[in-house]
């Protein structure tokens, strides 16, 4: 039996790994959970999935859960970042699950690998803030780590069979979010509301918005360069609106692997979790015979520059692709507020990088400062 910590377990991924768990749970055991702030939805989990240990942000939601929990066993209760890094490093689990959102994910990434735990990465940031670290520490200690993005595991299952030496390119697909063919010039009445309104995918707030923006692209190509050691050159994004192709893998013979399904991470999450075998979980086939067509093209830049943000920082590197992502949760975060127009959000995220004193090869140390900075000059811009 397989022993699970599921770092951010109230989120879209994490409920929908729990999903997984329950259809299986002679196969797999949860062992930890942790979510920020929603405790209401966590208590609920404790009280079906029966964790042993559980980590909440805060001494309130610490005290919320505790009142949640009167009359059941209450596990042991892990507060702030320091609890979430001690649930990632436990020794209780075998596979750590980093499905929280945003920077928060690096430190508990790095906690996971130190322990030499397998990690199931959903946390991009991770990769896209210190992808040379944590790659390298991966390494180093020989931890496996799958991707439960639905497209780099993709590219992950495309891959797997295939020598690297005959890997030629990656076509990273995306939907082109909900205003793939609304004019420029009318985004600037795009409401929160309009954006959250993903016409494939149900998905948290935050990312919600980077696929309206297309960041989610412009941090799966740093996150892709970094997992499968190649350059941002050998990606090229291209438009799927049907969202079946979830990518594609070109080799050196000029044939191309593509891997497809429905829109539901659910096939993602339980790959990571049982490969090389895979699970009955009720995900259907796509019904290609209603199919007119699977359309591909080019994405605009013009109106979605976040592409053109992702290849400046990969070409440039260092502190550069954490001050890019500090730079979007905040503009993001100000987005969902009302306080800035959606295309504040690029200029807020094209001014902090160009405001940056670029640090070569950076520590982790130099990434943390470079994500502070990053957070109160957009602060400021806004």
Not at 247 to 276: E, H, N, R, T
Not at 297 to 306: A, Y
Request: proline share 4%; glycine share 6%.
């Amino acid at each position: 039996m397989k022993k699970l910590a599921i770092l951010g377990s109230t989120g879209s991924i994490g409920q929908s790994t729990l999903k997984i768990v329950s259809l299986y749970p002679d196969r797999f055991d949860v062992e930890l959970l942790a979510a920020a702030y929603n405790i209401s939805l966590l208590s609920k989990q404790i009280k079906q999935f029966n964790p042993k240990i559980v980590a909440v942000m805060t001494e309130d939601g610490a005290s919320q859960l505790r009142t949640l929990l009167k009359g059941y066993t209450c596990p042991e209760i892990l507060i702030g970042e320091s609890g979430y890094i001690d649930a990632a490093s436990n020794e209780k689990a075998d596979i750590v699950f980093l499905a929280m959102v945003g920077a928060a994910g690096l430190r508990p990434a790095l906690a996971a690998i130190d322990a030499k735990k397998t990690i199931a990465l959903a946390n991009k940031e991770t990769l896209v803030m210190a992808g040379d670290i944590v790659m390298s520490k991966a390494k180093e200690n020989n931890v496996r780590i799958f991707p439960v993005d639905s497209e780099h595991s993709a590219i992950f299952q495309c891959l797997q069979g295939n020598r690297q030496k005959d890997f030629k390119k990656i076509f990273l697909t995306a939907s082109g979010g909900p205003f793939r063919k609304k004019k420029l010039s009318e985004f600037g009445s795009i409401t929160p509301e309009d954006a959250l309104n993903h016409p494939n995918w149900s998905m948290g707030n935050k990312i919600s918005i980077d696929s309206a923006t297309l960041m989610n692209k412009a941090l799966e190509i740093i996150e892709a360069v970094h997992l499968f050691d190649v350059s941002a050159e050998s990606i090229e994004v291209l438009i799927h609106p049907q969202s079946i192709v979830h990518s594609m893998v070109g080799f050196k013979d000029g044939s191309v692997i593509a891997q497809m399904g429905i829109p539901d991470m659910k096939g993602a999450i339980s790959y990571a979790m049982s490969l090389p075998e895979r699970l009955d979980i009720g995900v259907e086939f796509p019904d290609f015979s209603t199919l007119k067509n699977l359309e591909f093209e080019k994405c605009d830049n013009e109106k979605f520059p976040s592409l053109n943000f992702a290849f400046e920082v990969c070409k440039k590197g260092g502190t550069l692709p954490a001050v890019m992502n500090a730079a979007n949760e905040v503009a993001v975060e100000a987005f969902l507020d009302m306080k800035i127009s959606f295309p504040a959000i690029y200029n807020i995220i094209s001014k902090c990088l160009g405001k940056h004193n670029n640090i070569d090869k950076p520590d982790l140390s130099g990434i943390i400062e470079a994500d502070r900075w990053a957070r109160e000059t957009a602060l400021s811009l806004i």
